[in-house]
Every structure is written in C-alpha cells, then in structure tokens.
C-alpha cells in the first residue's frame, strides 16, 4: 500500500487531513495548516467558508514557503490596551500611538514590516558573516590538522633516517675494526715470518756447528797418531764457517691509535624553518592563448615546448607551440580522445574512444597501436608514473566493471584496483587519476551522468586511505563536479571543479588545505588541468552553453603556495 512522505525528514507516513486516507499528499492550505490530497483540494476544501481567499501552495513548495507573519495585533509592552503600530529606528523599539505621541513624535519611524525586513537581513549577514567565520576557523582547523599530520610524517620520517644512518655508520664502523683486524694479523704475520726466517737459518747453523764440534772432539780423542794426523787433514778444512746473516732490524706490527667519532662523522639536527598554518594561494596569468577548438577538455604538454590540445569527443587533436600570443599548429588528428599523457620519452598516449588499446603517437608523428591492452575493459584516463610504468583507468558500462590499473613497460598488468577487502567496487566510473611521491593514487570517480563525483585516494597497498567529496560550503549550492586532476611540484593535488570554476587544492592524503577561484583572474569557463617541466600550470577553458563560436582558450599560469 503506497503512502506519502513526510515533509521534514521524519519516518512517519503524512496521511490527508481531511480524508485520513493513504492518498499522496500534493497540497497545504496556509490559512488552515492544512496537508491534503488532490481530491479533498477540489471536492473538500473548495467547500470551507472563504476558501477562495485561502493561500494554497503545492507539495514542492511546503517547506520552503515562510509563514507571513502578523504585524497587527502586537501589544504594547507600555499601554495596556494599545497595539504597536510603528517602530522606531531611533530607540529601536515597537511603539503604539500613545507612544507616539508622547516621546516618539520627532524620531524615525518606519512600518513593523519594514523594520521586520530590515532586521531579518541584518541577521542574515551577520548569519552569513558567521558561517564564513565557521568556515575559516574550520579551514584553519583542518590545516593544523594537516600540520600535526605533515609533522609526525616528517619526525617518523627523520628517526628514520637516524636510524636508518646509524645503522648504516655500525656497518661501517665494524667493518672499519674488522679491516683494522685484518690489516694487524697480516702485518704480524710478515713480521713473524721474517723473524722465523732467520731464527730457522740461525738453527740449522747451530746444529751443523754442533755436529762439527763433535767431530773435532772425536779427532782430538783418536789415541793412534797416524789416525790423528788422517782426520785432521780432513778436519782442518772445516775450521772456517761462516756464520748466517740476520737483518739488523725487523718491523714491528702496527701500534693502535684510537680516534673520536664527532658530530661530522655522524650528522646533527639542523633547523628546518618554522611550521606555518597559512597558505598563501597565487596565481597568475603568464600567457593566454587562443585556440581553434570548440574546447580544450585534455592538456599534454611535450619535451620540446609544443602542446598537444585535444577537444574530445569533438574529434580534433593538435599538436601546437607557443609563438608569442599565437599557437601555431604542427600537426592535426581527427580523433576522438578521452584521455592522453606524456610519457618521458615524448611519446603521446591516447585513450580512443571505442579502443582496449591504447594508441600512441610517436615524436616522428607516428600513430600506432600500443602495447597497453586493458580488454575487456576500455581505457579512459592515463597517468604516467615513470618511463617503465603506468596507471590506466578502465571501465567497461556492460559488465559494470571499472577499475585502475598499473602496468609495466611491456604492457604486462602488474596490479588491478578494483575490489575492496569486502569484494565491493572500489570505483563507479573512474574518470581522471593522478599520483604522488608517497605512491598514493588520486583517482576522479564519476558516480553520476551529469559529473558529479569524488576523488578517491588509494595508499601504497591499493586499500582506500580517504575520499574527498567537495566542500559543504563551497559546494553547498552547485555539487561536486571534478573532471580534472593533476599533481604540483610541491606534490599538492589539484582538481578541477567543473560548475564552481574552484580549483580544490588537496594534500597528499586527500584533505583539502585551499581553493581558487578562477573566475578571479578572468577565466570563465575552466575544465582541462596540466603542468609543464618548469612547474607552470596550464588551464585549457571551454565556451559557454550558449556560444555557437570557437572561443577555447589555453591559459599558462605561473603557481605559488601549493
């Protein structure tokens, strides 16, 4: 049985209150305070005493309509019996005629509702004026947040290090002691063996001598002369020896001199800079140029200063370089794009509308197939990670599949994004990815046909560390639209805004730290992001719903604070 909703957000059914019946509640009579069905609207209340001069507003509008007030029957807080006709903007207070005439008579009165209307305004900026309050202290909030987080990054970061280096210096210490070792034990044995040498030649001569001595002694005892005078001939040869030769001196091993470690050897702890709250967001347009395109929806710049702009779906890619003001065109596809990139080498990748495969073009002006096959999936943005690697985002609408992957210089999938640890989907649509030093992923993740999305940030291991869905107060009337990412120098995220024309400037871990609006410097209709070798961010624009003109733009902007 079907029956209304509330209006209010309550979880009770609203029924008619004239009829009591389940029938859809389309109507409020303000008079009555009344909801009811179309048909007691009609059959019903149309019967009530002066019905024809009731308010009756429709089901979209209760809620939203305001209760006139009555200024007419207010009392007077000084005479009994009078009502406030007047306020009086001198003693801001309500007044009757009484109090007219008795005090008020000169000052500046105006009409109840006048003053009521007046008032209502001056409390809806000082409502507002509060909330920007709320706002900014929330902002500054958030940025010691993100301080306090940087902090502890960086302090464990350093006792890395430390650590790091102080086992690196052990290392070398005890390989140093084991060398000092080593040298000691060869040196001494060269010292021993040279004094062995000559203790070994010193040894033989002695026990040569000794056995000759004994021979001399046995002649000298022989008790036959004629014996005698035999052997002493023989003997007397041998009475001359000549004793070894020893080196005067001998090398001694080396003695060991302890020495200091000091703070060279090790390092120190040096003052880096103050931690500062305040983000001073700068930009400023270098140069603006005008293009021949419907609109600039990709930016790749290349090695060589020239710029490949494409409009998309549109189906024109240039390739263009800067002269003066002009862009002068090198080249021209007519191909659908829906993502490009750079890659160190200066080839162009290209996701084709239609095409599994990546396209490339060469820095010949070749186009080519790929070796980035993502079938059966079909790739729609690309970040380059390095020369050797590369991260696809890839859907496919009829198996209801989307998802980021990396792939290695062969074309080979090294890892798949794509379900969490609950087998749930990680993305609806991803749409735009970016990444930075840490190894975290920044993926644009559509999650509606009118661009609506989040940016979903993965950490090194692929599970999601943060989600960023836009600003409530940025976003409080136009929803978060982001179509564009990409990284800075400073390894800050930027993201593109396509309704608010705000740039959402994210750390690393998805919070957001700042805005712009680039409206403030004059560029309306912003979509395309990308930055260049030298740090310069590039905007390529749009055009207006209405225009029929080519009035793309290209916008080189010189960044600071982010």
């Not at 790091?164 to 002691?177: A, D, L, M, N, P």
């Not at 004629?226 to 070894?244: A, G, I, L, R």
């Not at 890659?343 to 073009?361: D, K, M, W, Y």
Request: aromatic share 8%; proline share 3%.
């Amino acid at each position: 049985m079907a029956s209304s909703q509330p209006f209010g957000g309550g979880q009770v059914p609203v029924n008619c209150k004239l009829c009591e019946t389940d029938r859809p509640i389309q109507w409020k009579c303000m008079d009555c305070c009344i909801l009811m069905c179309g048909h007691c609207k009609d059959k019903v209340h149309s019967q009530f005493k002066n019905a024809l001069d009731h308010k009756i507003i429709s089901r979209e509008e209760i809620g939203l309509h305001t209760e006139e007030l009555d200024f007419t029957n207010i009392k007077c807080e000084e005479h009994a019996g009078q009502s406030s006709c007047l306020y009086c903007n001198t003693c801001e207070i309500l007044v009757c005629p009484t109090c007219v005439a008795k005090i008020h008579k000169k000052h500046d009165l105006i009409e109840i509702s006048d003053a009521y209307n007046i008032k209502v305004e001056i409390l809806k900026k000082g409502q507002s004026k509060m909330q920007k309050s709320n706002y900014t202290t929330n902002a500054k909030k958030d940025q010691l947040n993100n301080l306090v987080s940087a902090e502890n990054i960086k302090y464990n970061k350093e006792k890395r290090n430390i650590q790091s280096h102080e086992e690196t210096i052990k290392e070398q210490v005890e390989q140093y002691f084991k060398e000092l070792k080593i040298k000691l034990e060869h040196n001494h044995e060269t010292v021993l063996s040279t004094v062995k040498s000559d203790l070994n030649a010193i040894s033989l001569f002695t026990k040569q001598n000794v056995g000759k001595i004994n021979e001399f002694q046995d002649c000298i005892d022989l008790s036959n002369a004629s014996d005698f005078f035999k052997e002493v001939k023989k003997m007397e040869k041998f009475t001359e020896t000549q004793e070894p030769r020893t080196r005067p001196s001998y090398a001694s091993s080396p003695k060991f001199v302890p020495g200091n470690l000091n703070q060279s050897h090790i390092g120190s702890l040096q003052d880096d800079g103050n931690l500062s709250a305040d983000i001073n967001i700068s930009l400023v347009i270098n140069n603006e140029y005008q293009t021949t395109l419907d609109a600039i929806f990709y930016v790749s710049p290349w090695l060589d200063q020239s710029i490949w702009l494409s409009s998309g779906g549109c189906g024109m890619l240039q390739r263009v370089k800067p002269e003066g003001t002009n862009l002068k065109v090198m080249s021209e596809f007519n191909i659908d794009v829906c993502e490009m990139a750079v890659t160190p080498s200066n080839q162009l990748l290209l996701c084709v509308f239609g095409e599994a495969r990546l396209q490339h073009i060469s820095s010949t002006g070749e186009l080519t197939d790929s070796v980035y096959d993502v079938s059966p999936l079909f790739p729609n943005a690309i970040h380059i990670i390095s020369d050797n690697k590369l991260i696809v985002g890839a859907y496919n609408s009829e198996l209801k599949r989307s998802a980021v992957i990396i792939m290695n210089k062969k074309g080979d999938k090294e890892t798949v994004y794509e379900h969490d640890e609950h087998n749930q989907p990680l993305f609806t649509y991803t749409w735009r990815i970016t990444s930075t030093s840490t190894g975290n992923i920044h993926v644009v993740d559509e999650i509606s046909d009118d661009s609506r999305g989040k940016v979903v940030i993965l950490g090194q291991g692929g599970h999601i560390i943060n989600q960023y869905t836009g600003h409530p107060i940025i976003n409080k009337s136009e929803p978060f639209k982001p179509v564009h990412i990409v990284t800075t120098p400073s390894d800050n995220v930027v993201v593109m805004d396509l309704d608010t024309a705000i740039l959402h400037i994210l750390n690393d871990n998805g919070h957001l730290i700042s805005y712009f609006n680039t409206k403030d410097i004059g560029i309306e209709f912003p979509y395309s992001l990308a930055v260049n070798t030298t740090g310069q961010l590039y905007i390529g624009s749009t055009r207006a719903a209405s225009s029929q003109t080519k009035e793309a733009k290209l916008y080189e902007i010189n960044i600071e604070g982010f």
